[in-house]
Protein backbone atom coordinates (compact mmCIF):
# COMPACT_ATOMS: atom_id res chain seq x y z
CA UNK A 1 0.00 0.00 0.00
CA UNK A 2 1.33 3.40 -0.78
CA UNK A 3 1.80 5.87 2.43
CA UNK A 4 -0.43 8.16 2.94
CA UNK A 5 0.48 11.51 1.27
CA UNK A 6 -0.07 14.73 3.93
CA UNK A 7 -1.78 17.62 2.34
CA UNK A 8 -3.15 20.74 4.19
CA UNK A 9 -5.51 18.79 6.59
CA UNK A 10 -7.05 15.22 6.26
CA UNK A 11 -5.53 13.35 3.85
CA UNK A 12 -6.91 9.63 2.84
CA UNK A 13 -6.07 6.40 1.14
CA UNK A 14 -8.00 3.21 0.17
CA UNK A 15 -7.15 -0.73 0.24
CA UNK A 16 -6.98 -2.94 -2.18
CA UNK A 17 -10.88 -3.94 -2.86
CA UNK A 18 -12.97 -6.40 -0.41
CA UNK A 19 -13.55 -9.45 -0.39
CA UNK A 20 -16.81 -9.56 1.07
CA UNK A 21 -16.38 -10.72 4.36
CA UNK A 22 -12.73 -12.24 6.75
CA UNK A 23 -14.13 -15.21 8.15
CA UNK A 24 -14.18 -15.66 11.72
CA UNK A 25 -11.33 -17.05 13.28
CA UNK A 26 -10.94 -20.82 14.39
CA UNK A 27 -11.95 -22.50 17.65
CA UNK A 28 -9.51 -24.82 18.92
CA UNK A 29 -9.42 -27.71 21.27
CA UNK A 30 -6.99 -25.63 23.38
CA UNK A 31 -7.55 -23.78 26.84
CA UNK A 32 -5.93 -20.54 26.09
CA UNK A 33 -4.30 -19.20 22.77
CA UNK A 34 -3.45 -15.73 21.30
CA UNK A 35 -2.13 -15.08 17.62
CA UNK A 36 0.00 -12.04 17.15
CA UNK A 37 1.83 -10.33 14.31
CA UNK A 38 5.75 -9.55 15.19
CA UNK A 39 6.08 -6.86 13.85
CA UNK A 40 2.87 -4.40 14.58
CA UNK A 41 1.80 -6.57 18.15
CA UNK A 42 -1.78 -6.49 16.65
CA UNK A 43 -3.75 -9.71 18.02
CA UNK A 44 -5.50 -11.11 15.43
CA UNK A 45 -7.07 -14.40 17.27
CA UNK A 46 -7.26 -14.82 21.31
CA UNK A 47 -8.88 -17.11 23.33
CA UNK A 48 -8.98 -16.50 27.39
CA UNK A 49 -5.20 -14.58 26.43
CA UNK A 50 -4.93 -13.35 29.91
CA UNK A 51 -5.49 -16.24 31.58
CA UNK A 52 -2.72 -17.07 34.47
CA UNK A 53 -1.98 -20.48 33.69
CA UNK A 54 1.38 -23.00 34.21
CA UNK A 55 3.99 -22.28 31.63
CA UNK A 56 5.64 -25.59 31.90
CA UNK A 57 8.87 -25.30 30.05
CA UNK A 58 7.71 -22.11 28.25
CA UNK A 59 9.32 -20.62 30.98
CA UNK A 60 12.72 -21.60 29.22
CA UNK A 61 11.99 -18.70 26.51
CA UNK A 62 12.73 -15.80 29.60
CA UNK A 63 15.76 -18.07 30.90
CA UNK A 64 16.78 -17.67 27.26
CA UNK A 65 16.03 -14.40 26.99
CA UNK A 66 17.80 -13.22 29.89
CA UNK A 67 21.06 -15.24 29.01
CA UNK A 68 21.42 -13.56 25.70
CA UNK A 69 20.54 -10.40 27.28
CA UNK A 70 23.71 -11.26 29.34
CA UNK A 71 25.69 -12.08 26.21
CA UNK A 72 24.82 -8.69 24.59
CA UNK A 73 25.96 -7.06 27.31
CA UNK A 74 29.31 -8.45 27.50
CA UNK A 75 28.74 -10.04 30.80
CA UNK A 76 29.11 -13.60 29.41
CA UNK A 77 30.41 -15.12 26.53
CA UNK A 78 29.06 -17.89 24.42
CA UNK A 79 32.40 -19.89 25.02
CA UNK A 80 32.69 -19.29 29.11
CA UNK A 81 32.67 -22.30 30.96
CA UNK A 82 29.69 -23.14 33.66
CA UNK A 83 30.89 -25.32 36.49
CA UNK A 84 27.74 -27.99 37.10
CA UNK A 85 26.92 -28.11 40.91
CA UNK A 86 25.03 -31.26 42.12
CA UNK A 87 22.16 -28.75 42.29
CA UNK A 88 21.53 -28.35 38.75
CA UNK A 89 22.57 -31.86 38.14
CA UNK A 90 19.64 -33.20 40.16
CA UNK A 91 17.22 -31.61 38.86
CA UNK A 92 14.26 -33.65 37.48
CA UNK A 93 11.85 -33.83 34.34
CA UNK A 94 13.54 -33.09 30.88
CA UNK A 95 16.90 -33.29 30.60
CA UNK A 96 20.39 -32.26 28.68
CA UNK A 97 22.26 -34.94 30.87
CA UNK A 98 25.01 -33.28 32.02
CA UNK A 99 27.48 -34.24 34.97
CA UNK A 100 27.80 -32.63 38.24
CA UNK A 101 31.50 -30.85 38.38
CA UNK A 102 31.72 -31.06 34.54
CA UNK A 103 32.56 -27.66 32.83
CA UNK A 104 30.25 -27.25 30.24
CA UNK A 105 29.92 -23.20 27.66
CA UNK A 106 27.28 -20.94 28.03
CA UNK A 107 26.23 -21.44 24.53
CA UNK A 108 26.46 -25.47 24.57
CA UNK A 109 24.04 -24.91 27.96
CA UNK A 110 21.75 -22.77 25.81
CA UNK A 111 20.95 -25.04 23.13
CA UNK A 112 20.37 -27.87 25.50
CA UNK A 113 17.87 -25.50 26.89
CA UNK A 114 15.84 -24.84 23.86
CA UNK A 115 15.93 -27.79 21.79
CA UNK A 116 16.42 -30.75 25.00
CA UNK A 117 14.07 -28.33 27.19
CA UNK A 118 17.09 -29.34 29.58
CA UNK A 119 15.91 -28.54 33.66
CA UNK A 120 19.37 -29.67 34.65
CA UNK A 121 20.91 -26.76 32.02
CA UNK A 122 18.41 -24.24 32.74
CA UNK A 123 19.53 -24.22 36.56
CA UNK A 124 23.27 -24.74 35.47
CA UNK A 125 22.18 -20.72 33.45
CA UNK A 126 20.75 -19.20 36.55
CA UNK A 127 23.03 -20.05 38.61
CA UNK A 128 25.95 -19.24 36.75
CA UNK A 129 24.02 -15.64 35.98
CA UNK A 130 22.85 -15.04 39.58
CA UNK A 131 23.92 -17.32 42.17
CA UNK A 132 21.24 -19.20 42.90
CA UNK A 133 17.57 -20.07 41.26
CA UNK A 134 15.36 -17.74 43.81
CA UNK A 135 18.26 -14.84 42.41
CA UNK A 136 17.43 -15.68 38.83
CA UNK A 137 14.03 -15.84 39.18
CA UNK A 138 13.88 -12.34 40.82
CA UNK A 139 15.63 -11.46 37.73
CA UNK A 140 13.25 -12.99 35.27
CA UNK A 141 9.87 -11.16 37.42
CA UNK A 142 12.30 -8.14 37.17
CA UNK A 143 12.57 -8.89 33.54
CA UNK A 144 8.38 -9.37 32.74
CA UNK A 145 7.32 -6.46 34.52
CA UNK A 146 9.83 -4.31 32.06
CA UNK A 147 8.21 -5.72 28.77
CA UNK A 148 4.65 -5.47 30.42
CA UNK A 149 4.07 -9.10 30.78
CA UNK A 150 1.49 -8.52 33.46
CA UNK A 151 0.12 -12.08 33.97
CA UNK A 152 3.25 -13.55 34.84
CA UNK A 153 5.13 -14.30 37.79
CA UNK A 154 8.57 -16.87 37.86
CA UNK A 155 9.55 -18.78 40.82
CA UNK A 156 12.71 -20.98 38.70
CA UNK A 157 14.37 -21.01 35.60
CA UNK A 158 12.94 -24.15 34.64
CA UNK A 159 8.94 -24.09 34.64
CA UNK A 160 8.73 -27.19 36.62
CA UNK A 161 5.69 -27.42 39.01
CA UNK A 162 5.71 -24.43 42.00
CA UNK A 163 2.68 -22.75 43.55
CA UNK A 164 2.81 -18.91 42.24
CA UNK A 165 4.31 -19.76 38.94
CA UNK A 166 2.65 -18.63 36.20
CA UNK A 167 1.86 -16.92 32.89
CA UNK A 168 -0.15 -16.24 30.34
CA UNK A 169 -0.62 -16.29 26.75
CA UNK A 170 -0.91 -13.26 25.87
CA UNK A 171 2.46 -12.67 27.88
CA UNK A 172 4.66 -15.58 26.28
CA UNK A 173 3.91 -14.06 22.58
CA UNK A 174 4.85 -10.57 23.86
CA UNK A 175 8.00 -12.53 25.27
CA UNK A 176 8.82 -14.24 21.84
CA UNK A 177 8.35 -10.51 19.63
CA UNK A 178 10.56 -9.20 22.35
CA UNK A 179 13.27 -12.56 21.52
CA UNK A 180 12.70 -11.95 17.94
CA UNK A 181 13.26 -8.26 17.89
CA UNK A 182 15.76 -7.53 21.31
CA UNK A 183 17.83 -10.80 20.29
CA UNK A 184 18.25 -11.45 16.27
CA UNK A 185 21.60 -12.30 16.32
CA UNK A 186 20.45 -15.33 18.88
CA UNK A 187 17.08 -16.03 17.42
CA UNK A 188 18.59 -18.65 14.89
CA UNK A 189 19.17 -20.94 18.01
CA UNK A 190 15.32 -21.86 18.27
CA UNK A 191 15.01 -23.37 15.19
CA UNK A 192 17.48 -26.46 15.44
CA UNK A 193 16.05 -29.63 15.21
CA UNK A 194 18.30 -31.91 16.88
CA UNK A 195 21.09 -31.16 20.17
CA UNK A 196 23.63 -34.06 20.52
CA UNK A 197 25.53 -33.75 23.70
CA UNK A 198 27.03 -36.89 25.89
CA UNK A 199 26.32 -39.03 22.88
CA UNK A 200 22.93 -38.65 23.42
CA UNK A 201 20.66 -37.15 20.19
CA UNK A 202 17.57 -35.52 21.34
CA UNK A 203 14.83 -33.78 18.75
CA UNK A 204 13.28 -30.36 19.22
CA UNK A 205 9.73 -31.26 20.36
CA UNK A 206 8.32 -28.18 18.17
CA UNK A 207 6.94 -30.86 15.13
CA UNK A 208 6.14 -27.87 12.89
CA UNK A 209 10.19 -27.46 12.39
CA UNK A 210 9.87 -30.63 10.39
CA UNK A 211 5.93 -30.06 8.81
CA UNK A 212 6.40 -26.26 7.96
CA UNK A 213 9.39 -24.75 5.83
CA UNK A 214 8.50 -21.01 7.53
CA UNK A 215 8.53 -22.64 10.96
CA UNK A 216 11.52 -20.94 13.01
CA UNK A 217 10.87 -21.49 16.38
CA UNK A 218 10.48 -21.19 19.20
CA UNK A 219 9.61 -23.57 22.28
CA UNK A 220 7.67 -26.44 23.59
CA UNK A 221 6.20 -27.49 27.25
CA UNK A 222 4.38 -30.18 29.04
CA UNK A 223 3.56 -30.93 32.44
CA UNK A 224 0.48 -32.45 33.81
CA UNK A 225 -0.75 -29.64 34.97
CA UNK A 226 -0.17 -27.07 32.22
CA UNK A 227 -0.91 -29.55 29.12
CA UNK A 228 0.45 -29.32 26.00
CA UNK A 229 1.57 -25.60 25.20
CA UNK A 230 4.06 -24.10 22.40
CA UNK A 231 4.87 -21.08 20.96
CA UNK A 232 5.81 -20.45 17.46
CA UNK A 233 6.96 -17.88 14.93
CA UNK A 234 6.71 -18.52 11.64
CA UNK A 235 7.25 -16.21 8.34
CA UNK A 236 5.77 -16.16 5.21
CA UNK A 237 5.97 -13.47 2.70
CA UNK A 238 8.21 -11.15 4.40
CA UNK A 239 5.38 -10.99 7.01
CA UNK A 240 6.06 -12.69 10.66
CA UNK A 241 3.66 -14.51 13.01
CA UNK A 242 3.67 -15.71 16.53
CA UNK A 243 1.38 -17.73 18.37
CA UNK A 244 1.20 -19.95 22.36
CA UNK A 245 -1.29 -22.28 22.70
CA UNK A 246 -1.70 -23.33 26.27
CA UNK A 247 -3.40 -26.31 27.09
CA UNK A 248 -3.84 -28.66 24.81
CA UNK A 249 -4.61 -32.02 24.74
CA UNK A 250 -1.75 -33.90 23.31
CA UNK A 251 1.98 -33.57 21.67
CA UNK A 252 -0.33 -33.63 17.92
CA UNK A 253 -2.84 -31.11 19.08
CA UNK A 254 -0.40 -28.25 19.70
CA UNK A 255 1.31 -28.42 16.61
CA UNK A 256 -2.40 -29.18 14.62
CA UNK A 257 -3.97 -25.74 16.80
CA UNK A 258 -0.95 -24.03 15.94
CA UNK A 259 -0.80 -24.40 12.16
CA UNK A 260 -4.63 -24.01 11.81
CA UNK A 261 -4.12 -20.77 13.54
CA UNK A 262 -1.02 -19.90 10.88
CA UNK A 263 -2.79 -21.10 8.34
CA UNK A 264 -6.03 -18.65 9.01
CA UNK A 265 -3.38 -15.55 9.98
CA UNK A 266 -1.71 -16.09 6.88
CA UNK A 267 -4.38 -16.50 4.50
CA UNK A 268 -6.72 -13.77 5.74
CA UNK A 269 -4.17 -10.82 7.19
CA UNK A 270 -1.29 -8.67 6.18
CA UNK A 271 0.55 -5.65 7.56
CA UNK A 272 0.19 -2.59 5.38
CA UNK A 273 2.50 0.43 5.59
CA UNK A 274 0.31 3.65 6.28
CA UNK A 275 3.21 6.15 6.46
CA UNK A 276 6.98 6.36 5.96
CA UNK A 277 8.98 6.96 9.07
CA UNK A 278 11.46 10.10 9.29
CA UNK A 279 9.36 11.11 6.16
CA UNK A 280 8.61 15.50 6.64
CA UNK A 281 5.03 15.58 7.54
CA UNK A 282 4.86 19.12 8.64
CA UNK A 283 7.14 22.47 9.10
CA UNK A 284 5.56 24.38 12.00
CA UNK A 285 6.92 27.52 13.01
CA UNK A 286 9.28 28.09 16.08
CA UNK A 287 9.54 30.51 18.24
CA UNK A 288 13.64 31.90 19.59
CA UNK A 289 14.71 29.36 17.42
CA UNK A 290 17.94 29.81 15.25
CA UNK A 291 15.64 28.25 11.97
CA UNK A 292 11.97 30.00 12.37
CA UNK A 293 10.58 26.49 11.63
CA UNK A 294 11.60 22.39 12.21
CA UNK A 295 10.66 19.48 10.31
CA UNK A 296 8.51 17.24 12.01
CA UNK A 297 7.54 13.23 10.88
CA UNK A 298 7.22 9.81 12.47
CA UNK A 299 10.45 8.36 13.86
CA UNK A 300 10.02 4.57 12.51
CA UNK A 301 7.45 3.18 9.90
CA UNK A 302 3.61 3.21 10.74
CA UNK A 303 2.14 -0.37 10.09
CA UNK A 304 -0.86 -1.64 10.76
CA UNK A 305 -2.28 -4.72 10.53
CA UNK A 306 -5.33 -5.26 8.45
CA UNK A 307 -8.29 -7.81 6.58
CA UNK A 308 -6.03 -8.61 3.33
CA UNK A 309 -7.91 -7.18 0.63
CA UNK A 310 -10.17 -4.82 2.83
CA UNK A 311 -11.71 -1.47 1.86
CA UNK A 312 -11.57 1.26 4.48
CA UNK A 313 -10.64 4.90 3.78
CA UNK A 314 -7.92 6.26 6.11
CA UNK A 315 -8.59 10.07 7.20
CA UNK A 316 -4.75 10.94 8.57
CA UNK A 317 -4.97 14.27 10.97
CA UNK A 318 -1.66 15.66 11.84
CA UNK A 319 -1.91 17.21 15.61
CA UNK A 320 0.75 19.75 16.66
CA UNK A 321 1.33 21.86 19.88
CA UNK A 322 0.35 24.84 19.81
CA UNK A 323 3.40 26.94 20.45
CA UNK A 324 7.23 25.44 20.09
CA UNK A 325 9.91 26.89 21.52
CA UNK A 326 13.88 26.68 20.69
CA UNK A 327 15.43 24.60 21.88
CA UNK A 328 14.49 21.67 20.35
CA UNK A 329 16.60 18.77 20.12
CA UNK A 330 15.73 15.93 17.25
CA UNK A 331 12.82 13.47 18.59
CA UNK A 332 11.18 16.12 20.67
CA UNK A 333 7.51 14.85 20.45
CA UNK A 334 5.97 17.88 19.46
CA UNK A 335 2.17 16.33 18.73
CA UNK A 336 0.77 13.61 16.88
CA UNK A 337 -0.50 11.58 14.18
CA UNK A 338 -3.70 10.18 14.00
CA UNK A 339 -5.38 7.71 11.56
CA UNK A 340 -9.28 7.27 11.33
CA UNK A 341 -11.21 4.98 9.74
CA UNK A 342 -13.79 7.29 9.01
CA UNK A 343 -14.96 8.27 12.66
CA UNK A 344 -12.71 5.61 14.76
CA UNK A 345 -9.56 5.91 15.54
CA UNK A 346 -7.29 3.32 14.13
CA UNK A 347 -3.88 4.61 15.78
CA UNK A 348 -2.35 7.77 17.39
CA UNK A 349 1.70 8.01 17.01
CA UNK A 350 3.65 11.03 18.41
CA UNK A 351 5.13 13.38 15.66
CA UNK A 352 9.05 14.23 16.77
CA UNK A 353 11.48 16.67 15.45
CA UNK A 354 13.47 15.16 12.90
CA UNK A 355 16.30 18.23 13.28
CA UNK A 356 17.91 19.73 15.65
CA UNK A 357 16.55 23.43 16.33
CA UNK A 358 19.01 25.50 19.04
CA UNK A 359 18.13 28.81 20.79
CA UNK A 360 18.99 31.83 18.08
CA UNK A 361 20.56 34.59 19.16
CA UNK A 362 19.58 36.77 22.06
CA UNK A 363 18.37 39.57 19.89
CA UNK A 364 16.20 37.19 18.16
CA UNK A 365 14.67 35.41 21.36
CA UNK A 366 13.80 39.02 23.21
CA UNK A 367 12.04 39.97 19.62
CA UNK A 368 10.18 36.53 19.96
CA UNK A 369 9.34 36.88 23.14
CA UNK A 370 7.76 39.95 22.66
CA UNK A 371 5.84 38.63 20.07
CA UNK A 372 4.61 35.34 21.74
CA UNK A 373 3.38 38.16 24.92
CA UNK A 374 0.84 39.80 22.12
CA UNK A 375 0.18 36.79 20.24
CA UNK A 376 -1.25 35.19 23.66
CA UNK A 377 -2.96 38.48 24.28
CA UNK A 378 -4.88 38.94 20.72
Not at 113 to 129: F, H, M
Amino acid sequence: MTPLALADGPVSATLRSAEPMIPAPPQLGARSWVMMDATTGTIISSQNPDERLPPASLTKLMTVYITTHELMAGRLKPDDKVTISDNAWRTGGSRMFITPNSQISVDDLMHGVVIDSGNDAAVALSERIAGSEDAFAGMMNQTAQKLGMTNSHFMNPTGLPIDDHYSSAHDMAVLAQSIIHDEPAYYPLYANKYFTWGGIRQPNRNLLLWRDASVDGLKTGHTDAAGYCMVTSAVRNGERLITAVFGSTSMANRASDTETLLTYGFRFYENAKLQNGRAVLAQPHVWKGAADTVPVGLASDLVLTLPRRSHQNFNAHVNLNPELVAPLPVGTVVGSYDVFDGTDKLVSRPLVTLADTPQGGWLHRLLDGIRMFFASKF
